[in-house]
DNA sequence: ATCCAAACTTGATATGGATCAATATTCACT
DNA sequence: AGTGAATATTGATCCATATCAAGTTTGGAT
C-alpha cells in the first residue's frame, strides 16, 4: 500500500535514461509512433516522471484535477466509472503502451478513476508540455490527434458490442479483442493470463458475472477455448471469430 | 436528391462573410469557443467551404477517405455504424455547433456514414488546416483538443446508458440529453420536435423499436411528458432526472 | 382527393440473461 | 498449515425486453 517507491525519487539522469521514450520497447506503440529518432529525444525531454502503481492501487481518482495524461510502460490497469456504485461500470482495460486520462482533457478534471490490475508502470506527459511541443513537432501533434481519434474508434466498437451483441458475441469479441492486443505486444495470441475478474469482465461487456462464467464454461465444452480459473488458451480463433461476427449478419 | 446548390459555387466573398465565424450564432459552442475576435477571424480564413445536405442526404459515407472535419451549421444529423446491416446501430444526432468525422482522424477514413435527418448546413475545415493554424494559435489548439476530450466523455455516458440501465432509463437519459442541448442552443428545453423515428432512437439505445414506442406511451400516462407523434413536451423533467439516475443507487 | 408505404401503437407470447441460491476453489494472511 | 474472504462455478427460477402479429395513423407522390 505504500507510495514511496524509487521511481518517485527526484534524482534523475541514469535512471531516466534507461526508462527514455528513445530507448523503450513500446515507442512503436505508444505516443512516439511514427516520429524520428531526434523527435523522439525530444518526446523523452517531456516525459515528466514514471510512476510505480502496485496492483490495487489508484492511478487517479475521478475529481481530481487532470493536467497530465500517462502511458502505461508495464502493467495492466483498468478505468472504471465512479458514478455507479453498484455494479461500477469498467469502460476500459489498458495494457503497455496505451495511453490513460484522455477523457480529462476537456474539463481539467478526470471523470473516471484508474486503478492497477497488477504492479504497473506509467510514464506521465502533462498536456501542457504535450501541447506546446506538439506546435515545434507537427508529427507529434498529428500522433496525439490519432491516439484520441482512435480512442473515439475503440468507444464506438463498445458501443456495437453494448447495443447489438448477444452475451456469447460479446465475450468472443472481447477475447479476440485481448488476442489482438497481446499478439502487437509481442506475445501469443492464443495463450494469456486474465488480469481481471469475471465480475470486471461482465462489467465491461454489460453482463452479470454468472453469464460471463457460463460462458466460458459454455466456450470450453465446444472446443473453442481451453480454460483454468484466469489462464486461457484460445484454441478456435476462427470459430470466435464467426461467433464474434455472425449473427449480425444475419 | 440535387447536390447542386448555392453553397458549392466557388463565388465566396459577400456570401462567405455572411456566414463566417465571426458572425456566427454559434461560436459559443462551435470550433471557436474561447477564442479572441482575432483568432476567430483566422479561423474564417479555414473554413473552407460550406456544404448543404438535404434531408436523408449522405454528408460521408464509411470508407471514404476523411481530411476533413464538418461542424453542424444548421439542421440535424445521425452518425451510424454501416457494418451492422441488421438494425444498423446509431452512434448519435448532432446539432448545430457539433462537430462531426472526429472517428475519421486516425485512420484517415470515415469509419462511420453521417445521414440528415433535416435539410442541414455544415462548415468543412481540413485536419490538415486545423494542425497548420493550431501550432500558431495555442487557443486554438486546446480547443480542438477539448473537443476530442469531450467526444470521449460523451461515448463513456453512452457505455454507461447501454451497459447498465434499464429500458426506462436509457429513454429518460437520452430526452434529458437533448432537451439540455436544444436549451444551451436557445430552445425551449421542455418543448421539442424529434427529428429521429422511434427505430432510430431504439437503435440508439439499444432498444427494439417497438420498446421505445411502449415507453413514450408509459411515460405519458404518468404525465412525465406529452407526445404526439413526433413532437414532445417534457412536463416533469424532475421526475424524468429521477429516472435516469435512481436506480443505479439503489 | 386518393393511394401507398412508412411510421407508429398496442397486444400476445417467447426467451436470453438476470437474479437468487448453494457449493467449490483459491488466495492472502496469521 | 490453517482460516476466512474473495472468486468462481453451476443450478433453478423469474422478468425485462425481444419478437411476432395486427391494426392505425400519417405524409408524400400521383
Redesign the interface.
Known sequence: MATRIDSANPVFSLETLKVACSTCGLRELCLPLGLSAAEIKRVDAIVRRRRKVRKTETLYHAGMTCRSLYAVRVGFLKTR?P?????C?I?GFHMAGELLG??????GVH??EAIALEDSEVCEVT?EDL?VL??EL?AL??R??????????R??Q???V???KTAEQRLAVFLLDLSERYESRGYSPASFHLRMSREEIG?Y??LQLETVSRLFSNFRKRGLIEVERRHLILTDRPALQRIANDS???
Open positions: 466509472d458514478e455507479s456504485s453498484g455494479s461500470r469502460f484522455l477523457d480529462g482533457i476537456a474539463g471523470t473516471c498536456f501541447e506538439g506546435r507537427p501533434q498529428k496525439f490527434h490519432q491516439i484520441l481519434s482512435r480512442e473515439i474508434q468507444d464506438h463498445i458501443m456495437r453494448l447495443g447489438c462489467s461487456l454489460g449480425d449478419l444475419e
